[in-house]
């Protein structure tokens, strides 16, 4: 009897032992199921890319990057839910693979080509990759200054882009097997599609290795011109950490009322590669010549510096920029925010803006040095700041029609026609000369100055256009006027 207890014990023992293994089995089974759907969520979160990761996983600003005030949680990068656009479905011809060349907004206007180009041609682009070689050897990658996932996720209704080429196509990249060339500059949309998507289709990659002004100014598809523009203002974002810090300038300066951006293009090597050196000393003149020989890329070496000033292909000195602005009447306690690199000559070369007009910043000024650590050496992600605060200014006054100059000056048309003093050069040093020399009083050269560049403050107008020197002809993005909404035609004032 007591065997037979014994034997039903240890069943119901063992029945019990297999409820309970049953049981912790079904407790591993869930902690298991929920920890692999956890790590799902996550993963799909951060592919979300666009919409969250970048702002939510990775765009907070880091505390080393932080001043001793405390964050603005208003002027911290935001999260909108988005929705995102269709993909357009097309049979792809092949893949372009572009390297843009010159300084932050050469390059981004060459990209809002190439991506024109790539959609009329069917095929998919390839991020572009951005110069690291030219005068500023700025080492920065794409995703380092626009915010690529939105980049690539705004035009998908329009082209394909991917961050590489699939892997057998990359693995022929990597060993050089590419058909590498420069466009022709200033082309028309059928020179693409007759010269070079041949050329696509026969080696299913072409690497156009220059992208400067490749694309025609006028003449072009409608539809063709709206997506240059859509390109630019929209999916050329940048990234949070520097919309952040830009947002944080503006906050700072509006904190003291309105505010002038000047782009005082008086680098050293604006001055080297102009060969303009009025005011300079002749150790400076040799300074300059000497890097102009430095660099063969630069075609033109022996200058006439006077001659060129005369023309009006000179930038203005800050000094004959001083005059300027003060015979247009701007308020003396305005603020002027820098949007340059470090002025050659500096301090002596600054001291009548200075005396002028004391209320000169800089980036520098209005950002501590931590915010500012990871940008060194990054000339293009400073430019960016700079063209964040130049498009939120009440005025913006560029003294060379540089690049900057022009792509910031048709997106401020594009965001309301915002004040833009486009300077006429030529004739400014012609009165400058005068009023210097004692031929006109100051207020007959004041008078001079504001009737010269009435017309001249970013109102709407036609683009000149001049077909067979498209280079003297109005850029594209200083004047996108496809892409403008047409507005009443009033007076423009000065502050």
Not at 457 to 469: A, H, L, N
Request: glycine fraction near 6%.
């Amino acid at each position: 009897m007591k065997g037979k207890i014994g034997i039903g014990i240890r069943a119901m023992g063992w029945k019990t032992n297999a409820r309970s293994s049953s049981s912790k089995m079904k407790v591993w089974i869930i902690r298991g199921t929920t920890m692999v759907l956890l790590w799902t969520c996550l993963v799909q979160l951060t592919a979300l890319g666009d919409t969250w990761g970048p702002r939510v996983l990775k765009g907070w600003p880091s505390s080393s990057t932080q001043d001793s005030h405390s964050l603005d949680v208003k002027f911290l990068p935001a999260a909108p839910v988005r929705v995102l656009p269709h993909k357009r479905v097309y049979q792809n011809n092949g893949y372009l693979m572009v390297s843009c060349n010159g300084g932050l907004n050469q390059m981004r206007s060459a990209i809002c080509d190439m991506v024109a180009i790539a959609r009329f041609l069917n095929v998919t682009l390839i991020v572009p990759e951005l110069d690291k070689t030219s005068f500023w050897a700025d080492p920065s990658e794409f995703e380092d200054i626009f915010d690529v996932n939105h980049f690539i996720t705004s035009l998908r209704d329009e082209v394909r882009i991917l961050k590489q080429l699939p892997p057998r196509l990359k693995k022929r990249a990597d060993l050089g097997i590419v058909h590498t060339m420069p466009p022709i500059s200033w082309s028309d949309i059928s020179y693409y599609h007759n010269q070079i998507l041949p050329l696509i289709k026969k080696y299913k990659i072409v690497h156009l290795n220059r992208t400067d002004a490749r694309l025609a100014n006028n003449g072009q598809p409608l539809e063709l011109q709206k997506l240059r523009c859509r390109v630019n203002f929209d999916a050329l974002r940048f990234t949070p950490q520097i919309e952040y810090l830009g947002r944080r300038i503006v906050q700072r300066l509006r904190q003291n009322g309105p505010f002038l951006v000047l782009h005082l293009r008086y680098e050293m090597d604006m001055l080297a590669f102009s060969g303009c050196t009025q005011g300079c000393n002749l150790d400076e003149v040799e300074e300059l010549t000497r890097m102009r020989y430095a660099y063969p890329w630069w075609k033109e070496k022996i200058i006439n510096s006077e001659l060129k000033r005369k023309d009006g292909l000179c930038p203005l000195t800050p000094e004959e920029t001083t005059l300027t602005l003060r015979a247009l009447d701007i308020d003396r306690d305005i603020q002027i925010y820098i949007a340059a690199g470090e002025i050659y000559g500096g301090q002596r070369r600054m001291a009548d803006l200075a005396a002028a007009f004391p209320k000169l910043v800089r980036k520098e000024t209005l950002l501590g040095a931590d915010d500012l650590q990871f940008f060194q050496n990054h000339s293009s992600q400073m430019a960016a700041l700079d063209y964040l605060v130049s498009l939120e200014s009440d005025i913006f006054v560029p003294t060379y029609d540089g690049n900057m100059a022009k792509v910031v000056e048709g997106h401020r048309r594009y965001l309301g026609f915002k004040k833009t003093i486009t300077l006429d050069r030529k004739l400014l040093v012609e009165l400058i000369d005068k009023y210097t020399s004692g031929s006109l009083s100051w207020d007959e050269f004041s008078n001079a100055v504001k009737d010269a560049h009435s017309a001249r403050m970013g109102s709407p107008k036609k683009r000149v256009v001049i077909s067979d020197r498209p280079k003297e002809e109005d850029y594209f993005y200083a004047n996108p006027e496809e892409c403008l909404q047409p507005l009443e035609t009033k007076p423009v004032s000065i502050l």
